[in-house]
């Protein structure tokens, strides 16, 4: 049974851990091995500060000591660094009783959830890149005694560079404007 736990633990892609009282690591799976290199040996005793910059150690800690004091979970995003940069997890923290029903350790389970968050901004700035363009197009009809004139745009992705305007000049000229990007 304990190996079973241990291989459903180690082959997840979520970091797990378990940290006593003071911050000491207790334990960590496979995936915060890999993630943070460093093995579970050395691991054992170090706190945060031993592995991680000082600014996310301390904010780990916090939130740790959140958990400590009102023993209750705590959901909460944390980054953590990757050799591609910093990565956004979401954290689930929880109290570890003893047998006397008193907190004796912090154990989490981290996602990371950094692709989510790109994906999300991403959509963000495509939604208002097609509010910008729509302002572009114009307002009102051209009429123009005995012509019909009719615009419309139907962009082939989400990426449209299409542009089409007209222009009214003093005199009554028509100028038009016509823009294809790809």
């Known amino acids: 049974q304990e190996r079973r736990e241990r291989a459903i633990l180690d082959n997840t892609t979520a970091v797990i851990y378990v940290k006593d009282g003071e911050g000491r690591y207790?334990?960590?799976?496979?995936?915060f091995s890999r993630l943070f290199k460093i093995s579970l040996a050395d691991a054992v005793t170090k706190t945060d500060?031993?592995?991680?910059?000082?600014?996310?150690?301390?904010?780990?800690?916090?939130?740790?000591?959140?958990?400590l004091e009102t023993a209750a979970e705590l959901k909460?995003?944390?980054?953590?660094?990757?050799?591609?940069?910093l990565h956004t997890y979401l954290s689930v923290k929880f109290p570890v009783f003893n047998a006397e029903g008193r907190v004796?350790?912090?154990?989490?389970?981290?996602?990371?959830i950094?692709?989510?968050?790109?994906?999300?901004?991403?959509?963000?700035?495509?939604?208002?890149?097609?509010?910008?363009q729509k302002r572009l197009f114009?307002?009102?009809?051209?009429?123009?005694?005995?012509?019909e004139v009719f615009?419309?745009?139907?962009?082939?992705?989400?990426?449209?560079?299409?542009?089409?305007?007209?222009?009214?000049r003093?005199?009554?000229?028509?100028?038009?404007?016509?823009?294809?990007?790809?």
């Open 26 to 31: 207790q334990f960590i799976n496979r995936e």
């Open 49 to 67: 500060a031993d592995i991680f910059p000082a600014d996310l150690a301390a904010a780990f800690r916090r939130n740790d000591r959140r958990v």
């Open 76 to 85: 909460i995003e944390e980054m953590a660094p990757h050799d591609d940069g």
């Open 104 to 112: 004796v350790a912090v154990a989490g389970i981290s996602t990371d």
């Open 114 to 132: 950094t692709d989510r968050i790109l994906l999300k901004q991403r959509a963000e700035e495509l939604r208002l890149a097609r509010e910008v």
């Open 138 to 147: 114009p307002a009102g009809e051209l009429r123009i005694p005995g012509f």
């Open 151 to 168: 615009g419309k745009v139907l962009p082939a992705s989400e990426l449209c560079g299409d542009y089409f305007d007209f222009v009214v």
């Open 170 to 182: 003093p005199n009554g000229n028509i100028v038009l404007c016509v823009g294809d990007v790809s």
